[in-house]
Nanobody, 128 residues
């Protein structure tokens, strides 16, 4: 059973940067072909932030983070990262790592119903 654990969240001032990490454990045979980051604030729906297909040949970003966030992976370590730069208060949220066991390639997009495995989340707070 694949489990995901996020780390790297914290508090930062506007304009600052954070790097989130997602560690996958329990990967035995085929690793998930698609990984993604989502975020959620209280009272709002979960928002897909970025996704990456295994091997990194396809990435996708929400318009709200395009040009500021970068998703990457280390397949040897079964880890996925989210580098977040130029943070602003609107980026404040709980960030979740997710894995899709089905979608791959250009279908690897951060749409919630495509992901079956979720981490517990890591909080990011950006102050003005």
């Amino acid at each position: 059973e694949v489990r995901l654990v996020e780390s790297g969240g914290g508090s930062v001032q506007a304009g600052g940067s954070l790097r989130l990490s997602c560690t996958a454990s329990g990967v035995t045979y085929d690793a998930p072909p698609c990984m993604a980051w989502f975020r959620q604030t209280p009272g709002k729906e979960r928002e897909g932030v970025a996704s990456i297909s295994r091997g990194g040949d396809f990435t996708f970003y929400a318009d709200s983070v395009k040009g500021r966030f970068t998703v990457s992976q280390d397949t040897a370590k079964d880890m996925v990262y989210l580098q977040m730069d130029s943070l602003n208060p609107d980026d404040t949220a709980m960030y979740y790592c997710a894995a899709s066991t089905w979608y791959s390639g250009s279908a690897c997009r951060p749409l919630e119903n495509r992901f079956q495995i979720w981490g517990q989340g890591t909080q990011v707070t950006v102050s003005s």
